[in-house]
């Protein structure tokens, strides 16, 4: 069965500190995966967009890194200011097939950044 | 551009009650879809339509009910509400076979509550 796993579940953070989510797949075939941040009470906007040939793509303050071999994708937040507290949601796409493509949605973490 | 509208923001219904939630997207996607967001699980597919008079079941659909009679709106409705249905449900657009980049544009969510 295709899935998406995250982790940690939720993480706490003083401003100005670095944190790292992780985000393992088990989707195939694979065309690419995003990571998605949602704010509460809104709905996900997508960050980065990561292909097959990337392996690290940048985003201001977001960083987020892909191993498509071992089917493992990072968010690395440098720098966070309270304006990251959020849920970010890593989501896996498979090639489109009869015209659309099969998205999976990870569960997110929800990260809270505190003062 | 307004990108996907959706209506209403929040809504109580009691177990029995029927109602629409309306999603509408300025964006000429073809790809149109619901979700609803329950805590501690991943967004879930309730339908989805890939163009005008195109609409197709999704991982949890009973329950609910879809039409597409324009591009641009995509309206769910519950038949017979049950307290399992109170979650947030959020309406996403995009181009029907993932376009250039995939992305799913999210609507600002709907809150249901079924007492």
């Known amino acids: 069965k295709n899935q998406v796993e995250q982790s940690p579940q939720s993480l706490i953070i003083l401003e100005g500190k670095n944190c790292t989510l992780q985000c393992n797949y088990t989707v195939s075939p694979f065309s690419n995966l995003r990571w998605y941040k949602q704010d509460t009470g809104r709905g996900p906007v997508s960050l980065t967009i990561?292909?097959?040939?990337?392996n690290t793509k940048s985003n201001g303050r977001y960083t987020a890194t892909l191993d498509a071999d071992t089917k493992q994708s990072s968010l690395h937040i440098t720098a966070s200011q309270l304006s990251d507290s959020a849920s970010y949601i890593c989501?896996?796409?498979?090639?489109?097939?009869?015209?659309?493509?099969?998205?999976?949605f990870g569960t997110g973490t929800k990260l809270q950044v505190i003062p | 551009n307004a990108g996907v509208t959706q209506t209403p923001k929040f809504q109580v219904l009691k177990t029995g009650q029927s109602m629409t939630l309306q999603c509408a997207q300025d964006?000429?996607?073809?790809?149109m879809s619901w979700y609803r967001q329950d805590p501690g699980m991943g967004l879930r597919l309730i339908h989805y339509s890939v163009g005008a008079g195109i609409t197709d079941q999704g991982e949890v659909p009973n329950g609910y009910n879809v039409s597409r009679s324009t591009t641009e709106d995509f309206p769910l409705r519950l038949l017979s509400a049950a307290p399992s249905q109170t979650s947030v449900y959020f309406c996403a657009s995009s181009w029907a076979s993932g376009g250039p980049t995939g992305e799913l544009f999210f609507g600002e969510g709907s809150r249901l509550t079924v007492l």
């Open positions: 964006m000429n996607h073809e790809y």
């Open positions: 990561m292909t097959f040939s990337e």
């Open positions: 989501v896996v796409t498979t090639p489109p097939s009869g015209g659309y493509q099969k998205v999976t």
